[in-house]
């Protein structure tokens, strides 16, 4: 219980980061990073977030669902422009494998 305390907390602060200064980024992200920097500074111990989070990973499936009901709303855009989509989505997939591993070549792992 005390994990998803955090991680909600962490929700929380992150909304209303964005509410107050009218930022164009969504709050669940601001959020996240929050997470990231109090858990890369030792602020919060792994082992507090590590039980809630590994039941949310369990359950990501479930997460893409209303997601993709939603594309559905949109088939007949989709189907007009499917080769464009189809590339796009291609080629940034390929550019993010490219820039991933030479940013990993780089830094020597």
Do not use: C, H
Not at 5 to 20: D, P, Q, V
Not at 68 to 82: E, H, P, R, S
């Amino acid at each position: 219980m005390k994990a998803f305390f955090f991680i909600l907390l962490f929700l929380l602060a992150g909304e209303l980061i964005r509410y107050l200064f009218k930022l164009p980024v969504a709050g669940n992200i601001i959020g996240m990073v929050l997470l990231f920097v109090a858990l890369k500074y030792k602020w919060i111990a792994l082992s507090t977030i590590k039980p809630a989070s590994d039941k949310l990973l369990e359950f990501l499936v479930l997460f893409f669902i209303p997601y993709g009901v939603g594309l559905m709303i949109y088939f007949d855009l989709i189907k007009a422009y499917w080769l464009p989509l189809s590339i796009a989505v291609i080629a940034s997939t390929l550019l993010t494998l490219y820039i991933t591993a030479v940013i990993l070549q780089k830094s020597g792992k």
